[in-house]
């Protein structure tokens, strides 16, 4: 097939295009972004990302604190204080959703409670004394105190007291995600360890202990399917019960060396533990607290979760109870629950890359799939124009809804391209360029970035393939 | 037909039924929460609701706050602070659901800036001495001073100095949803004036001040199609220009009666207003600034959104320009556009809502459908598993997913739960109740809350109608 009848069938292909509007100036290809009813795929040069070379890594931080300072995921604004760009707020909804839907499905209800915490209240439970310095506090134009909440145990047992609720009700599981504060000695690490944070943080209320110890299960097991979802090799760790009887608590780990946690394994049994239930932090020799072996390794880790059946501890300053004709008041034994969701968004991205590379969970990478069109030059205005069809196209199935986007910065190589996208994880490119010798007519390469594979396929197969192989929440 | 043969329909219906697995125990009808395929519906036993009468409305406060604090959507916390509740939450996901959405269209990116805003950024514009009481301001543990951002135009200037971005990147458009502070002298009326909400602010930065002008239509435009979608009648009134020459202000208001904006609509051209713009605060004898009629009529408004064209106000304090070969450097024109999102949450109810009743813009409406199955009694075992047979096939509709859900409180009569939902505006209830004279046999009754009409239709119909009538964002 000649060259001419191949720019034919391209043009032929652009049905679609008119629903663009594509103008063209002097200068070159410049889409004009109108309202559409095909969601029209984002174009590199519109985007807020940055392109250059990494540089050396300090030894004072962390791979993915680097790559997400280089790779427009981060900027930095106050030490332990960063802003999120929109490559890293697409990760973030992501992660969001799919806390959600987990959520969800074992019947939690969200919420918001506010971030300035009455002093009155942090006083009640104690903590407003034994939290310390990590505490920020602050007074409003009255003089009347308040701290920026990190954690919510006060205000939501403070507000659950006041509901008379149906038994049915019970267990009641309310959780929200909003930005905590905390005032870190030393933040570090970019997200890992910050000052401001985005947290999930789910408490549940319960009648009876054992129902309670039900419910702790039932978002134990919540917290492993995330995990799951994400790819991520959860370690969960038998964390100390405390000063509170009976009472149960795990840490979620993922194993790293920029980890600041330590939790031991037990070599004979498998069991996880963190320091402080081996007696590692005593006099005394360490030992498994299941098996009783003394062969423990020792990991480092990242927490990014935690479990705790805090039992009736705030049920009681709060004076919340819940009331049973006949047999009267007992306190709602209570659980509380975080994940840590910007920790996690850099902790899951310094477990999996490169030195280079972010390397995301496929089903939060920022978008699915890049459409790279040939350089400008000979016949590049067809080939632009096909690649902006077909990735319209991609970008308005069921699946990829608004997970295509498009590198218009044809005065670059596409090799050059290329390798941006594969240092911003992207797990997809397409690449439509000119008729080689080695290339079929009508042929689109998909590089399966992650997998280091590629494969020439016809549109059909790319829509087929793309269909099979991209996640999406 | 006889009411055995009846029952037997409705048996046969429940095919669906073995996936929710109902556990029938001795007090009633319980249905264990586990992991299912199908989405089973919500149960109001199970939800953070509280039903009972309101009290007298306070002259002090307005209809929708009592609303609000009465229907489960707030939690008081702190003068000015609210809780946000599982019913409320579901309605602000959805208003930042189309924002979100609308912003996408003109391609605005998302992102999240800090909320400690250090100082020395604040003093650089003058605003940490020049808004006064109003701004949140503490110290962190080495005494670095920090305030609570009411919103970002320096920190987001400050960012984008930093930038090297090419011409195609303009106009750029950040924008972030999130939660700002307001030290309030006098907070009331719940979200009408908070010290704490959530507010989507838009930073946009353009080359030139004619693009700027262009862009700035664009995000006005975008403004218009959100309070379409939201069936709301927006005013859109001129705002006064303040001291920066050549720029655009508009603030956009919802007329109330609780509203603490006036604006001034010309009884000869139609022009809003606001009071600066009209000379209504000098001594001058006040006009429209279009015709220059004096025949002005004073509304009284809610202001839910402003919009100003900044110039080079911000991008000269913090040099963020734009470098073009040949020409050298111009100030980037900026424009910020806000949207007071729980401001709107309330606002939105205060001019629709009823004495007792809550009324959502329908697309927003926590939930759309609620069904109600007979009251405990003759024949309700059968007629609870029909009802959640249908309200789950509901529920997995496509347009309805996660919409849906039920009142089974079967111990209170049809008519009390009805006007539960009533109260909480749930746009549709479907009741799945026994035979009696007026109506035919396998015909759920449909009330259209809103409309106030009710149907009585056939489960093919009912579907129908629902997939038609209802509204998801």
Not at 174 to 186: N, P
Not at 210 to 216: L, P
């Amino acid at each position: 097939m000649s060259i001419q009848s191949w720019s034919v069938i391209r043009r032929v292909r652009s049905y679609l295009w008119d629903t663009q509007k594509l103008s063209i100036k002097k200068q070159g290809l410049v889409i004009c972004p109108v309202r559409h009813k095909h969601l029209p795929p984002k174009l590199v040069s519109q985007m807020f990302i940055k392109f250059g070379k990494m540089p050396e890594v300090s030894p004072f931080s962390s791979k993915s604190h680097e790559l997400f300072l280089f790779r427009s995921v981060l900027y930095p604004c106050h030490p332990g204080g960063f802003h999120l760009l929109p490559l890293g707020q697409r990760v973030l909804d992501k992660l969001i959703k799919i806390i959600d839907q987990e959520m969800e499905m074992i019947g939690a209800q969200k919420l918001s409670l506010t971030t300035l915490a009455p002093k009155a209240v942090w006083s009640q439970s104690g903590r407003w004394e034994s939290t310390g310095a990590e505490l920020f506090k602050l007074k409003d134009r009255d003089k009347k105190e308040y701290c920026l909440g990190p954690t919510h145990e006060e205000l939501v047992t403070d507000m659950v007291r006041d509901l008379y609720l149906l038994k049915a009700a019970y267990p009641l599981k309310l959780y929200q995600i909003t930005r905590k504060f905390r005032d870190e000695a030393h933040p570090r690490f970019g997200l890992l360890r910050g000052r401001e944070f985005e947290m999930k943080d789910l408490y549940t209320f319960d009648r009876t202990l054992e129902n309670a110890r039900n419910t702790y299960d039932i978002v134990c097991n919540a917290y492993t399917e995330i995990f799951k979802r994400l790819d991520l090799k959860v370690i969960k760790a038998e964390a100390a019960v405390g000063n509170i009887g009976g009472s149960l608590s795990h840490e979620f780990h993922l194993e790293s060396e920029v980890g600041e946690d330590r939790v031991y394994k037990c070599l004979q049994c498998g069991h996880v533990a963190n320091a402080e239930v081996t007696g590692m932090n005593d006099e005394k020799k360490p030992f498994c607290s299941k098996c009783g072996s003394n062969k423990l390794q020792q990991l480092s880790c990242i927490e990014v979760g935690h479990s705790f059946l805090l039992g009736t501890k705030y049920s009681e300053v709060f004076k919340a109870a819940y009331n049973q004709e006949g047999v009267g008041k007992s306190w709602l034994e209570m659980g509380c629950y975080g994940l840590g969701v910007t920790r996690l968004l850099q902790a899951m991205v310094e477990v999996n890359c490169l030195e280079t590379r972010l390397k995301w969970p496929k089903v939060v990478a920022p978008y699915q799939v890049c459409v790279i069109p040939q350089k400008e030059g000979f016949m590049s205005y067809d080939l632009f124009n096909d690649a902006h069809r077909l990735a319209t196209e991609l970008n308005n199935m069921d699946k990829l809804k608004g997970e295509v986007f498009m590198d218009d910065r044809i005065k670059r190589s596409i090799g050059q391209r290329l390798w941006d996208m594969k240092n911003l994880g992207i797990p997809y490119v397409v690449i439509v360029s000119s008729l080689d010798e080695g290339r079929m007519t009508g042929m689109y390469e998909l590089q399966d970035v992650y997998k280091d594979q590629v494969y020439m396929l016809s549109e059909c197969e790319l829509i087929e393939t793309l269909n099979l192989f991209a996640k999406t929440v």
